[in-house]
């Protein structure tokens, strides 16, 4: 990989990691502040709702600016929102503002691996910066869980003796501590993408003008990848994904501790198992698949359709475990390959800040609705196993018919 790579994907880990065990410790919150329950997904729901509304602006200001530095304002961005959560707006205020943060820095680090790495290397890259992303999810959760059993249990009280006070600024909370190391996690992140160099010889700037950042703009953009016949197929099946994706984090959370009996820490635990099995699948991708042959992955999404509907029937621990690790293996195989075709055909059609915000827009947009369809039916009292298997078919509607064009292609 070229030099300085790696360092891309320590600053990666750094701010996904901190991003992960902030929405943890944003669940304890909203349950140490009475909220209830269907205000958990919301919390994604405001998170994510940037990266739509701002689609047309993130885009271009990712190809302005010198991406490792806009990073780092981005994480400082994400700080300001921790402390407009301790300052006690509303949650869902707190993290859109981290989500606007986050927005900006999606752009920016996709594309500075498009810019910096060949084509013949686009499919190991990702897989890096899925496993990455991925180990940035289980040691998120990880943190979190274990930052809520720590407050839980009093035991970060000590480390208020050495905040400044605290009792005047805004809403009394057990997880300021906690919040505390979400901080300087974020700075640690912010200190890396500085650290950063700008890589590759091929990187152009474009200037920042209002033509550019309008949605008229964006949405031609957006149809033209569409319009590709890779392209198209790639973003399509990755929109399904994190749609599926984003309703599975909150759905294994809800069904560990209404089936299994867990605590949120432990519940967050197995909701990890999902990240390493995602880490494994994507391994085995990178070593697997080219570009050229990133379209024989699809059958792996049948795969994961079938294994969410069964998952919430399971009752016995070792047998759930197995299953979402399989779930995770399925989702990397399938996730890593048509990431790396859609960021080839991405930065062939439009360019490479362009094409990752029109990624962001489809996906996010569908992160939305699942999420706003499935906080509706928790709201109405719907069962889990229906709401899964809703997704489960939803999927296989989704990637069947590809499936099949690839069969008659291959046979």
């Keep these: 990989?070229?030099?300085?790579?790696?360092?891309?994907?320590?600053?990666?880990?750094?701010?996904?990691?901190?991003?992960?065990?902030?929405?943890?410790?944003?669940?304890?919150?909203?349950?140490?502040?009475?909220?209830?329950?269907?205000?958990?997904?919301?919390?994604?729901?405001?998170?994510?709702?940037?990266?739509?509304?701002?689609?047309?602006?993130?885009?271009?200001?990712?190809?302005?600016?010198?991406?490792?530095?806009?990073?780092?304002?981005?994480?400082?961005?994400?700080?300001?929102?921790?402390?407009?959560?301790?300052?006690?707006?509303?949650?869902?205020?707190?993290?859109?503002?981290?989500?606007?943060?986050?927005?900006?820095?999606?752009?920016?680090?996709?594309?500075?691996?498009?810019?910096?790495?060949?084509?013949?290397?686009?499919?190991?890259?990702?897989?890096?910066l899925e496993v990455s992303v991925v180990l940035s999810v289980i040691f998120g959760i990880a943190l979190g869980g274990a930052l809520a059993g720590l407050t839980e249990a009093g035991t970060l009280k000590d480390l208020t003796l050495v905040l400044p006070p605290y009792s005047s600024f805004g809403v009394q909370t057990e997880t300021l501590p906690a919040l505390?190391?979400?901080?300087?996690?974020?700075?640690?992140?912010?200190?890396?993408?500085?650290?950063?160099?700008?890589?590759?010889?091929?990187?152009?700037?474009?200037?920042?003008?209002?033509?550019?950042?309008?949605f008229t703009t964006f949405w031609k953009s957006n149809r033209k990848l569409w319009r590709d016949p890779l392209g198209g197929v790639s973003l399509y099946v990755t929109t399904l994904y994190w749609g599926v994706g984003a309703v599975m984090q909150f759905a294994v959370l809800v069904w560990a501790q209404q089936t299994l009996g867990m605590t949120l820490k432990t519940g967050a635990y197995l909701q990890a198992l999902v990240a390493v099995g995602v880490i494994a699948g994507a391994f085995v991708a990178g070593r697997n698949f080219k570009l050229h042959s990133a379209r024989q992955a699809l059958p792996w999404g049948l795969l994961l359709a079938v294994l969410l509907p069964v998952i919430v029937m399971v009752t016995d621990l070792w047998v759930a475990v197995l299953l979402l690790l399989c779930i995770g293996v399925s989702g990397g195989m399938l996730l890593v390959p048509m990431n790396a075709l859609l960021q080839h055909r991405g930065m062939q059609v439009l360019s490479a800040g362009r094409s990752i915000a029109v990624q962001g827009f489809n996906e996010n947009l569908c992160v939305l609705l699942m999420l706003a369809a499935y906080t509706t039916l928790l709201a109405f009292g719907m069962p889990l196993g229906f709401i899964m298997l809703l997704v489960a078919t939803l999927l296989v509607a989704g990637i069947a018919p590809l499936c099949l064009l690839l069969w008659r292609q291959f046979r």
């Design 1 to 128: 990989m070229p030099k300085g790579f790696y360092f891309l994907i320590g600053a990666q880990f750094a701010s996904g990691l901190a991003d992960n065990a902030l929405l943890i410790l944003g669940i304890y919150f909203l349950n140490e502040q009475g909220y209830p329950g269907w205000w958990a997904p919301l919390l994604k729901f405001s998170l994510t709702l940037a990266y739509v509304v701002l689609a047309s602006v993130v885009g271009p200001v990712a190809d302005a600016f010198q991406k490792n530095r806009l990073m780092a304002y981005m994480n400082t961005l994400k700080i300001l929102g921790v402390v407009v959560l301790l300052s006690g707006l509303h949650p869902v205020f707190a993290f859109a503002l981290i989500g606007l943060g986050a927005s900006v820095y999606a752009p920016s680090k996709y594309g500075l691996v498009t810019e910096s790495v060949p084509p013949r290397l686009l499919v190991r890259a990702n897989a890096w």
């Design 180 to 214: 505390v190391v979400i901080v300087g996690v974020y700075v640690m992140a912010a200190v890396l993408n500085f650290g950063l160099k700008p890589m590759g010889q091929n990187v152009r700037l474009s200037p920042l003008s209002l033509h550019a950042m309008k």
